[in-house]
């Protein structure tokens, strides 16, 4: 994988303190009380696959407890705030990806999707309105249908998380078939309270690596 710049658009798995903008939900530190943690930003899976491509990291949109579609835990509407549909909008908005070139962008989400019991939908890909994307699955058809329109020179990799629902690993893997991304199906991942361990990270750098040489 010849990748020179990265960014990543994720949820908790991704973040690291100091290493996301302003304003968004961290949880990996380096010095949470509670396990797991990870030492250091280069243990990070993302921080290892920067390290083994010598790549930089262009921005690191991760926002801990964040869902692709715009239902969140208890039903809390993300349609302006941490979704990761409304976070891409933002940055086109503000000119971003007119501004930086993003040979690889990474999209590892679906994992709050699943666990928070946002409602799944039925995936489709016309006539998706606004209405649509509280429902996961046209959401997550949606959001890569916008990152390959804005995106079209940009290598997209969806990572999906073991442990999540059938549905949306399929979801995700059938919109990837559809607009020639990148799928990644994780296995067997090490995890202390759902999330990973360091050793969890490195087999996620790993396998990464291997499903996007």
Request: aromatic share 12%.
């Amino acid at each position: 994988m010849n990748t020179k710049t990265i960014m990543i658009f994720g949820d908790s798995y991704s973040t690291y303190e100091g290493h996301i903008p302003e304003g968004y939900a961290v949880y990996y530190s380096g010095h949470r009380e509670k396990e797991p943690d990870v030492s250091s930003v280069n243990k990070t899976w993302w921080g290892r696959l920067l390290e083994a491509t010598s790549s930089t990291l262009v921005q690191n949109n991760s926002w801990s407890g964040s869902t692709i579609g715009y239902t969140g835990y208890n039903n809390e509407d993300c349609a302006g705030s941490s979704s990761f549909i409304y976070r891409f909008r933002k940055l086109k908005n503000e000119g971003f990806f007119e501004n930086n070139k993003i040979d690889t962008l990474f999209v590892f989400g679906g994992t709050n999707d699943s666990w928070s019991g946002a409602p799944l939908g039925v995936l489709k890909y016309e006539n998706i309105e606004e209405s649509d994307l509280y429902f996961v699955l046209p959401a997550i058809a949606h959001f890569a249908e916008q990152l390959t329109e804005t995106l079209p020179d940009t290598k997209i990799v969806f990572i999906a998380n073991c442990d999540i629902k059938s549905a949306i690993t399929d979801a995700m893997k059938s919109v990837c078939e559809r607009y020639g991304l990148v799928f990644v199906a994780l296995s067997d991942i090490d995890k202390l309270n759902g999330h990973p361990t360091e050793l969890g990270m490195e087999q996620i750098c790993e396998q990464v690596l291997a499903g996007t040489r």
